[in-house]
């Protein structure tokens, strides 16, 4: 019952918004509750990360109601316990950084209900619910898109047929007679395909990059930041797929980290830049889940975590500056280091955890990764540094445009060109956690340790006879840092 009444204090916050969006409120006075409720949903989250007893790691045993096969309806475990703390985060960073204009009250309760459904979807291992709910999701984020007929139309064809081979993949999943037989392995291609398609993963990717340039950039970072496509894989297909199928997944998403950073660099466009670079991110995550050790594992979830938080805070920054400047051309320099040192040093920092630099939580996953993957898997360590040494200098190349050199009249002379106060703080305070849980990393990175024990455990528990020859239990075991 406790995990019922968490997880309903969690819901109540969108939730809330949702329902007095229907109701004649103004808008500032309806973005003002939900900035308040996305403050107290992040609280309630975090709080839920650090209670300990609500951090158990079995898959059945903290489920409200569990399903036939033992999948849980509800849990709450290792990973989602900080999964919905970056959900809330993300939701908070929309209210306060987004500019006035760019949320009406349609757009807040599209928000909302974006978190609430990204948020369950965190909570299930259900495989029909976590369906529906990928379903809801893509609906939400075409009705986002309203006004831009062929970015919809691209996102409807990529996420459409992502949608449907997840529907067919779970019916196939959870018919009779799937398991170990040959409609489990349909239906794990069929979830693999879906997967990648949500994730951007070459050739899957082209929908990405289109969106963020030329589509409404706040509801793709609310639909992409989260990653909830690599909770798919995580649920559905990393304890049933052979060692082979994840380790072409994991192929192709260090083929993609580098091609998108490489893309990244040569953009004009800061908004397309941002595109290739979630790719980029978010290919590493996957390249994560390829289970080769429970350290490697840790490594790709951390770096979930960082970039989630991350690139949500580097794509707002380009927001907030199109808002002042409009559209943000990388071939020029605009200068404003001196009225937003603020904005220019929280970018700086974000751009840097994305790279995984020292000192930042990016650093800490990425070390992870490659340490615990380079004994079986070389080529990962060497697509790892690539990635992250391209990412680091199209990074410091938006730096240097979006902030250095001699800005025009026109910008130099707006007045609005400073940031609000608090959008600063929003800002800042997101690099203070970044550079925090670099400094201090052991409590998350313990917690993703526990997580990644636990999916691998889950992986052999399902008796497939080759992961035993590639995890063996003492590794999983004594996966956990000393001390």
């Given amino acids: 019952m406790r995990e019922a009444l968490t997880v309903a204090v969690l819901a109540a916050w969108p939730s809330l918004v949702i329902a007095v969006s229907w109701m004649r409120v103004g808008v500032e006075r309806l973005r003002l509750l939900a900035t308040l409720a996305?403050?107290?949903?992040?609280?309630?989250?975090?709080a839920v990360a650090v209670a300990p007893p609500l951090r158990a790691i079995s898959v059945v045993s903290g489920a409200l109601t569990a399903a036939a096969g033992g999948e849980a309806l509800l849990r709450i475990e290792a990973l989602s316990s900080v999964l919905l703390p970056l959900t809330a985060a993300l939701w908070l960073l929309t209210m306060t950084v987004t500019p006035r204009g760019a949320l009406d009250a349609g757009g807040i309760r599209r928000t909302a209900l974006a978190t609430l459904v990204t948020a369950a979807s965190f909570l299930t291992e259900s495989a029909v619910l976590l369906f529906l709910l990928s379903a809801v999701s893509v609906l939400t984020f075409l009705a986002a898109l309203e006004g831009h007929r062929h970015q919809r139309r691209i996102v409807a064809v990529y996420l459409g047929a992502s949608t449907l081979m997840l529907g067919a993949g779970v019916a196939l999943l959870v018919g009779p007679g799937a398991r170990g037989g040959p409609l489990e392995t349909a239906a794990i291609g069929l979830i693999v395909v879906s997967a990648l398609v949500r994730k951007g993963i070459v050739p899957f990717h082209a929908w990405v990059p289109e969106v963020y340039d030329r589509g409404r950039l706040g509801p793709a970072i609310l639909f992409t930041a989260p990653q909830s496509g690599a909770?798919?894989?995580?649920?559905?297909?990393?304890?049933?797929?052979?060692?082979?199928?994840l380790r072409l997944i994991a192929a192709l998403a260090l083929a993609t980290a580098v091609y998108g950073a490489a893309l990244a660099l040569v953009q004009s466009s800061a908004r397309r830049a941002c595109g290739y670079l979630f790719v980029s991110q978010s290919a590493l995550v996957m390249a994560g889940l390829d289970c080769t050790s429970a350290t490697a594992l840790a490594g790709g979830l951390l770096v979930w975590l960082s970039s989630g938080l991350a690139f949500g805070g580097l794509a707002r920054c380009i927001l907030v500056l199109e808002a002042r400047r409009g559209r943000l051309d990388l071939t020029t320099s605009h200068g404003g280091y001196d009225r937003m040192p603020a904005l220019a040093t929280s970018f700086l920092v974000m751009g840097l955890a994305c790279t995984g630099f020292p000192g930042t939580l990016g650093f800490v996953g990425q070390e992870l990764l490659v340490g615990g993957a380079i004994g079986s898997f070389p080529i990962m360590g060497f697509a790892v540094v690539v990635a992250a040494a391209l990412t680091g200098l199209a990074v410091l190349r938006m730096y240097f445009s979006l902030f250095c050199g001699r800005p025009s009249p026109r910008v130099h002379a707006s007045l609005q060109l400073g940031l609000t106060r608090r959008e600063a703080w929003a800002f800042v305070l997101l690099a203070t956690v970044l550079i925090g849980f670099g400094v201090v990393p052991r409590p998350l990175a313990q917690s993703q340790f526990a997580a990644a024990d636990e999916i691998l455990r889950v992986r052999i528990s399902l008796s497939l006879p080759k992961i035993r020859v590639a995890v063996p239990q003492d590794q999983i075991v004594s996966s956990r840092p000393a001390g």
Avoid: D, H, K, Q
């Fill in 38 to 46: 996305a403050g107290a949903m992040t609280m309630a989250a975090l």
């Fill in 231 to 245: 909770y798919l894989v995580v649920v559905l297909i990393v304890p049933r797929a052979s060692p082979e199928t």
